[in-house]
C-alpha cells in the first residue's frame, strides 16, 4: 500500500499559479504580501508541527491503535525542513512584519520604551539564532522518527520500537519549548507591547489539533481510492476522540486567555484583543469562535459520527478551513486592525505554499509503505475495537 502519486501534478500546478501570484502580490503591495505570506505559512507549518507532537505523544504512550496511521502523521512532520526554506520570505520580511524593529514608530512613550527594553530578546541576531535552535530540534526528532519508522521494514522486531517509544518521550519538552518560542517569536511579536503566559500552549493546543485533522483526511482519502484497508471505523473512532481532547483544550486555553486579560483591565494587555474587535473584525471573531470551537466540538460528541469516514473527512476540512482562520485572526489584525483585508494576495500565498508542500508530502509518503508492517504492535492495532 503506498500513497498515490496522482494528486502531486495538481499541487505542482496550484503551486505554480500560486508563486506567480505571490510575486506579483510582492510587486504590487510588498507588506500586505508579507502577511498573507506568514499567514498561510504559520497555517501550514503548525500541522506539521502538530503531526510531529501527535507522534511523541503516542510513541511516549507507546499506543497501539496509532501505528495505523501513523505513517501518514510521519509524512506531515517530515515536511518541517521544507518549512525552513520557505521561511526565508519571513526573514525577508522582518522589517515590514515586526514593530520591535523600529521602536521610534510608537508615539506613546511608555509603549516606546517598553518595546526599547524588550530589545535584548527582540532583535534579529538573536531571532535568527533561535529560528535555528527551532527548527534543529524539530527537524532531528521528525527525522528520527521518519528514520527509525522507516528501517522497520528491513529490521522487525522490539528494537526499533522501543527506541521510538524512547524517542517519543525525550521530545516532549523539547518540542514544547520550542513551539512555545517559535509562537512568541513569529506571532506574539507582531504587537511586541503585549504578551500572555498562556500563548504557547493555545499554538500548540491548535497545532495537534490540525495536525491530526489533516492526518484523518489523508487516511480516508487514501481508503477512499482503495488504498487503505487497514483502517476501520475503530481507528476513525480514535482519532476522533483526539480531535475532540484538543478541540475542547483549544477551546479551554482560548477562554482563560481573554478572561484573565479582561479581568486583569490593564490598556497594555487587553489591546491585542481590542483590536480583534475592531470593524469587521468583531463580526469575524464571533463566526471564527463557533466555528473553530462550537461545532466541531458539538459533532465529535456523535459515537455514530466519529466512526463514518465521510463524515469524519467532513469534519476534517472544516477544522483546517478553521485552522487557517485562526491562523489570519492571529497575524492579520496587526496590519489592519479595523479592516478585514482577504484579497487575492491571500489566496495566492495559499496556493503556493499548500502546493508545495502538498506536493513534496505526497512525495514523502509515496516512497514507502504507508504501513509500518515491520512494527511489533501493527497486529494488535489492526484488531483494535473502540467502544
Not at 501513523?70 to 525542513?81: C, D, K, M, N, V
Not at 521544507?82 to 510608537?106: D, N
Not at 514523502?364 to 483494535?384: F, K, N, Q, S, T
Request: charge should be positive.
Amino acid at each position: 500500500m503506498k500513497f498515490p502519486r496522482a494528486p502531486a501534478g495538481t499541487f505542482i500546478v496550484l503551486a505554480a499559479v500560486g508563486w506567480i501570484g505571490t510575486a506579483i502580490g510582492f510587486w504590487l503591495d510588498t507588506r500586505h504580501t508579507f502577511f498573507s505570506y506568514l499567514a498561510a505559512y504559520v497555517w501550514l507549518m503548525a500541522l506539521a508541527f502538530g503531526a510531529l507532537a501527535f507522534l511523541a505523544m503516542v510513541h511516549a504512550m507507546n499506543a497501539t491503535w496509532p501505528v495505523v496511521v501513523r505513517r501518514l502523521a510521519e509524512g506531515i512532520a517530515a515536511s518541517l525542513p521544507l518549512f525552513a526554506l520557505l521561511f526565508v520570505p519571513i526573514f525577508v520580511g522582518i522589517g515590514s512584519l515586526y514593530p520591535w524593529q523600529t521602536p521610534e514608530q510608537f508615539g506613546d512613550p511608555h509603549l516606546r520604551e517598553l518595546v526599547i527594553h524588550r530589545r535584548a530578546y527582540y532583535n534579529v541576531p538573536f531571532y535568527v539564532v533561535r529560528w535555528v535552535v527551532i527548527f534543529a530540534t524539530w527537524t532531528v526528532f521528525a527525522w528520527l522518527f521518519w528514520k527509525w519508522s522507516v528501517r522497520q521494514e528491513k529490521e522487525p522486531g522490539e528494537a526499533l520500537h522501543m527506541r521510538l517509544c524512547h524517542a517519543g518521550t525525550a521530545a516532549l519538552i523539547p518540542l514544547g519549548l520550542t513551539a512555545t518560542v517559535a509562537a512568541h517569536d513569529w506571532l506574539m511579536s507582531l504587537t511586541p507591547t503585549w504578551y500572555s503566559t498562556i500563548y504557547g500552549f493555545y499554538f500548540m493546543a491548535g497545532s495537534v489539533l490540525g495536525g491530526v485533522a489533516l492526518t484523518t483526511l489523508i487516511a480516508v482519502f487514501v481508503q477512499g481510492r482503495g488504498g487503505f484497508p487497514v483502517l476501520r471505523p475503530s481507528h476513525l473512532h480514535a482519532l476522533g476522540r483526539v480531535l475532540l481532547a484538543f478541540v475542547s483544550f483549544w477551546g479551554y486555553i482560548a477562554f482563560f486567555q481573554f478572561m484573565l486579560i479582561w479581568i486583569a483591565n490593564r490598556p497594555a494587555e487587553g489591546a491585542w484583543f481590542v483590536h480583534r474587535e475592531m470593524g469587521a473584525w468583531r463580526s469575524f471573531s464571533r463566526g471564527f469562535v463557533a466555528g473553530h470551537f462550537v461545532v466541531p466540538f458539538v459533532c465529535l460528541l456523535s459515537f455514530r459520527l466519529k466512526r463514518s469516514g465521510p463524515l469524519m473527512a467532513l469534519l476534517a476540512v472544516w477544522i483546517l478551513v478553521f485552522r487557517y482562520i485562526d491562523a489570519y485572526w492571529l497575524v492579520m489584525p496587526a496590519y489592519l486592525p479595523g479592516i478585514l483585508p482577504w484579497s487575492w494576495i491571500d489566496a495566492a500565498t495559499l496556493l503556493a505554499l499548500g502546493g508545495t508542500t502538498g506536493a513534496f508530502g505526497i512525495w514523502l509518503l509515496h516512497r514507502h509503505p504507508l504501513v509500518p508492517a515491520g512494527d511489533p504492535a501493527l497486529a494488535r492495532a489492526l484488531e483494535y475495537e473502540s467502544r
